[in-house]
């Protein structure tokens, strides 16, 4: 069936480094995908997306790459701070073209990103 | 601060209580969300409401029944939950629900960490 899934459950980086999250999605029809962040305690928080025409995207320190050919996504943190930690969250939207639902959106489980000073 | 409340931060009752979980945004966005987090299994979109109006519902139980008097204002009434419902209930708001714009862009609650017993 459909789904977005994680290859790693978590990632411990040392300060400095830079981060690639991963991760792997079924429905080639996905219009477009996004990445979210969530601190301890914290509701999730938008980080950046991409649609499903574009390979790269980049924003403040973040790069998101789609990689239509084997179904993958990845988040890219540069010169990853010990704030940076927190898990990580794709998410996929399939529009529903000439249906009432505005469409559906399916999240992964996350990865868990430890930044060490 | 995302401009997204929510209250309580923390609830826990038994199953033949009624309950509410309130949320309120600041931001003038028209629609707002309703999304269940578990331990195990990812994040799920309950309910949206598009300038009040719901627009989904993705085969939610009856016992949680959602009211929203106004773009500021959504309301997740609860009534004889099961122990499987504990989980963290998170609201988001965005400029619209329209996936198609550039307004896609979710902002979440803290959430409320809800127990049954």
């Known amino acids: 069936g459909e789904s977005v899934g994680l290859h790693l459950p978590t990632l411990s980086v040392q300060e400095g480094d830079n981060s690639i999250i991963n991760c792997a999605y079924s429905n080639s029809a996905s219009d477009y995908f996004i990445w979210y962040k969530q601190e301890s305690g914290k509701g999730p928080q938008f980080i950046i997306d991409?649609?499903?025409?574009?390979d790269k995207r980049q924003g403040q320190r973040v790069t998101v790459l789609l990689n239509k050919t084997v179904k993958h996504l990845s988040l890219q943190i540069a010169a990853t701070q010990p704030g940076d930690s927190a898990v990580y969250f794709c998410a996929e939207f399939l529009a529903n073209a000439g249906g009432t639902s505005y469409g559906k959106l399916t999240f992964g489980q996350g990865t868990i990103l430890t930044v060490h000073p | 601060e995302t401009g997204v409340t929510q209250t309580p931060r923390h609830l826990v009752m038994g199953m033949t209580n009624k309950k509410s979980l309130k949320c309120e945004q600041h931001?003038?966005?028209?629609?707002m969300y309703w999304y269940k987090q578990s331990a195990k299994k990812p994040l799920e979109l309950m309910f949206v409401?598009?300038?009040?109006?719901?627009?989904e519902n993705n085969s939610v139980p009856s016992r949680f029944s959602p009211e929203c008097p106004n773009s500021s204002h959504l309301f997740l009434h609860l009534h004889t939950l099961q122990p499987e419902d504990s989980a963290l209930y998170l609201c988001?708001?965005?400029?619209?629900?329209?996936?198609?714009?550039?307004?896609?862009?979710?902002?979440f609650g803290p959430g409320t960490r809800l127990t049954v017993l």
């Open positions: 988001a708001s965005s400029q619209d629900f329209s996936w198609t714009s550039g307004e896609r862009e979710q902002f």
């Open positions: 409401y598009n300038f009040k109006e719901q627009t």
């Open positions: 991409i649609r499903s025409n574009m």
């Open positions: 931001l003038g966005h028209n629609a």
